[in-house]
Structure formats: structure tokens, C-alpha cells
């Protein structure tokens, strides 16, 4: 008899510490819209053909699908896979919109016996930036580390880490992927640990994860003279910002900063054309196409304007 999919919802991980079998944990994950493929059982390790084995039909027909572009969310597909084998599951991190943040802890040897855990360096490091621990749904690992869940920022495409925010924590983003709760290895058992929703990453957090960038120069802007000064910083920086903004934060950073000056122009402080106009140029340095740029600072623009009070009388 099949057994019924975990009631779920996007974001909103079921409470409990783990599932009857492997592929209910598969259910539940792509349940929450997380893509999934199968590990090989008692592994960690795909369990999908490689390269050089590829049949070049089905999924492959077009050539070679790896487990990332293989992974998906389709019930149907998910049982009749699982129902062959007592495979392990792996969320593809990527398409499934998660960064998860792995906490190992040390190896159990002499070499590592004053080691700090993972979970107590990424303490200190929140204590550090002045941020508490963030709170979101989390899956302890048999080894007893966890796994962090968090929702890519909006525009943001990361990649894996590894020791970038210290020792014994990883990041598992686009082209990466991690071991689902219900899964069991000869160690133990992926449980859920805290059953809340997965909650978003820590713009702190995203911009330690960020790949480093060498920022682009600025346009030169003309302020036109009847500007206060404040205002005047006010978009020079926004400028500079926009003109810096790295791959996979540019149109982000865009709308943020439409977003900032488009209060000047509800004031009167600002003329509309000349935030667009200095936006755009600075959105073309950073590597955008005019017809990204221009939309964009019209929406964000219109929204800041809705929302900003205008002049007084």
C-alpha cells in the first residue's frame, strides 16, 4: 500500500525526526519544491550514471544530464525511482533555491581532540558580526554536525565553499547538494532537528559567501547645483554601488538603489531623469544591458515614489 506524502508547504518543512522510509524523505522534499535524485543506498553518493556511462537516451538524449539538471520535484517520478532500491535522497541545493550551511564537528582522533565544532566557530562568528544565531529549519547529520537551511537571496547565485567561514563549515549552494533527513548511512540517520521554516540568508551571512570583485569605476554624474549636499552623496554613493556590483548581485543592487533615490524624486529633491540616466550608466558599467537596466529603475522607481511622501506645501 502506498503510504501518503508528508503534508507540506513551500518552506514549511514537516515536524519529526525522520521518515518510515529513504523515499518518504524524497516526497517531503520535493513537497517543499526541492528538487531531489537518488543516492546510491546507505551512501552518500549519486547513484546516477556518470559521463562515461551515459546511455545517451531518455534524460540524456540531448547529451549527458548530471544529477543537477536530473534532479525534480515530480511525485510520479520520485516512486517509481525509489520503489527499485532503498536509495538515499540529495536535494540539489541549487535549484531548489537553499544555501545550506554545513556544521561539521571534528573527527574523532587525538590530532583533532581541541578542535572547535563547526557549530561553535559559526557561533563565534555570528557573535562577531553582531548577529544572533539565526533560527531556521535545521537537519542533524549522524556525524552530529547540522545543516542549516536558508533561501537564496533574491538576483544572488552562489557556489559551494569550503573553510570560507571557518574551519569545519562548508556551503552547499549551486553545484552542490545535500543529504535529505530520512536518509541513513552505516553512521546513522539525517534528522530534522528543527522542524521550522527555512528561513532567508543572513545578508551578513550572503555577503561573507559573496565571490570576491573588482569593483568597476564609477561614471562621473552632474548634479545639478540646486541639490543639498546630503542628496547629492546620496546618489553618488548609489551610483558607485551600482557601478561596483559584482555578477549575481547587479540587478539586485539596481533595484535597491532605484529604490533608495526614487524618495528625492518624490521630495523634489531630485529630477526622475536624472537618477535614470545616472542609474543606467552605472548598470551598463557593471556589465548590464540597457534592456536590463531600464525597466527595472522605471519599477523600482515607481514603487519608491508610491510609497515616499511627496513635497509639502
Given at each position: 500500500?502506498?503510504?501518503?506524502?508528508?503534508?507540506?508547504?513551500?518552506?514549511?518543512?514537516?515536524?519529526?525526526?525522520?521518515?518510515?522510509?529513504?523515499?518518504?524523505?524524497?516526497?517531503?522534499?520535493?513537497?517543499?519544491?526541492?528538487?531531489?535524485?537518488?543516492?546510491?543506498?546507505?551512501?552518500?553518493?549519486?547513484?546516477?550514471?556518470?559521463?562515461?556511462?551515459?546511455?545517451?537516451?531518455?534524460?540524456?538524449a540531448d547529451g549527458h544530464?548530471?544529477?543537477?539538471?536530473?534532479?525534480?520535484?515530480?511525485?510520479?517520478?520520485?516512486?517509481?525511482?525509489?520503489?527499485?532500491?532503498?536509495?538515499?535522497?540529495?536535494?540539489?541545493?541549487?535549484?531548489?533555491?537553499?544555501?545550506?550551511?554545513?556544521?561539521?564537528?571534528?573527527?574523532?582522533?587525538?590530532?583533532?581532540?581541541?578542535?572547535?565544532?563547526?557549530?561553535?566557530?559559526?557561533?563565534?562568528?555570528?557573535?562577531?558580526?553582531?548577529?544572533?544565531?539565526?533560527?531556521?529549519?535545521?537537519?542533524?547529520?549522524?556525524?552530529?554536525?547540522?545543516?542549516?537551511?536558508?533561501?537564496?537571496?533574491?538576483?544572488?547565485?552562489?557556489?559551494?565553499?569550503?573553510?570560507?567561514?571557518?574551519?569545519?563549515?562548508?556551503?552547499?549552494?549551486?553545484?552542490?547538494?545535500?543529504?535529505?533527513?530520512?536518509?541513513?548511512?552505516?553512521?546513522?540517520?539525517?534528522?530534522?532537528?528543527?522542524?521550522?521554516?527555512?528561513?532567508?540568508?543572513?545578508?551578513?551571512?550572503?555577503?561573507?559567501?559573496?565571490?570576491?570583485?573588482?569593483?568597476?569605476?564609477?561614471?562621473?554624474?552632474?548634479?545639478?547645483?540646486?541639490?543639498?549636499?546630503?542628496?547629492?552623496?546620496?546618489?553618488?554613493?548609489?551610483?558607485?554601488?551600482?557601478a561596483g556590483a559584482w555578477?549575481?548581485?547587479?540587478?539586485?543592487?539596481?533595484?535597491?538603489?532605484?529604490?533608495?533615490?526614487?524618495?528625492?524624486?518624490?521630495?523634489?529633491?531630485?529630477?526622475?531623469?536624472?537618477?535614470?540616466?545616472?542609474?543606467?550608466?552605472?548598470?551598463?558599467?557593471?556589465?548590464?544591458?540597457?534592456?536590463?537596466?531600464?525597466?527595472a529603475i522605471a519599477s523600482?522607481?515607481?514603487?519608491?515614489?508610491?510609497?515616499?511622501?511627496?513635497?509639502?506645501?
Amino acid at each position: 500500500m502506498t503510504q501518503p506524502i508528508p503534508a507540506a508547504r513551500p518552506g514549511v518543512p514537516v515536524a519529526g525526526a525522520g521518515f518510515d522510509s529513504p523515499w518518504l524523505g524524497a516526497l517531503h522534499a520535493a513537497a517543499n519544491g526541492w528538487p531531489v535524485f537518488p543516492l546510491r543506498p546507505g551512501s552518500k553518493r549519486p547513484a546516477l550514471h556518470g559521463e562515461s556511462r551515459c546511455p545517451r537516451t531518455g534524460a540524456c538524449a540531448d547529451g549527458h544530464a548530471k544529477w543537477e539538471d536530473r534532479a525534480t520535484t515530480d511525485p510520479e517520478q520520485i516512486r517509481r525511482c525509489w520503489e527499485t532500491g532503498p536509495f538515499n535522497t540529495g536535494i540539489a541545493t541549487g535549484p531548489a533555491g537553499l544555501v545550506v550551511v554545513d556544521l561539521d564537528v571534528p573527527k574523532n582522533d587525538k590530532s583533532n581532540k581541541d578542535m572547535p565544532s563547526g557549530m561553535t566557530t559559526f557561533t563565534a562568528l555570528c557573535e562577531r558580526a553582531g548577529q544572533p544565531v539565526p533560527t531556521t529549519h535545521t537537519v542533524r547529520t549522524p556525524s552530529g554536525g547540522s545543516h542549516l537551511y536558508f533561501r537564496t537571496p533574491e538576483g544572488v547565485r552562489l557556489g559551494n565553499t569550503a573553510g570560507t567561514l571557518g574551519a569545519l563549515i562548508d556551503t552547499r549552494a549551486w553545484g552542490g547538494y545535500v543529504v535529505a533527513s530520512g536518509s541513513i548511512t552505516p553512521q546513522g540517520a539525517y534528522e530534522i532537528e528543527e522542524p521550522v521554516p527555512v528561513g532567508p540568508l543572513p545578508e551578513w551571512l550572503a555577503a561573507l559567501l559573496l565571490p570576491a570583485h573588482t569593483p568597476q569605476t564609477p561614471p562621473s554624474i552632474r548634479v545639478p547645483r540646486h541639490v543639498p549636499a546630503y542628496v547629492a552623496a546620496a546618489l553618488r554613493n548609489e551610483v558607485a554601488a551600482v557601478a561596483g556590483a559584482w555578477e549575481g548581485t547587479r540587478n539586485l543592487t539596481l533595484v535597491r538603489a532605484a529604490r533608495a533615490l526614487g524618495r528625492f524624486v518624490a521630495s523634489g529633491d531630485l529630477d526622475r531623469d536624472t537618477v535614470q540616466d545616472a542609474l543606467k550608466e552605472a548598470g551598463e558599467a557593471a556589465g548590464l544591458s540597457e534592456r536590463d537596466c531600464t525597466p527595472a529603475i522605471a519599477s523600482a522607481l515607481d514603487w519608491s515614489i508610491t510609497h515616499n511622501p511627496g513635497p509639502t506645501a
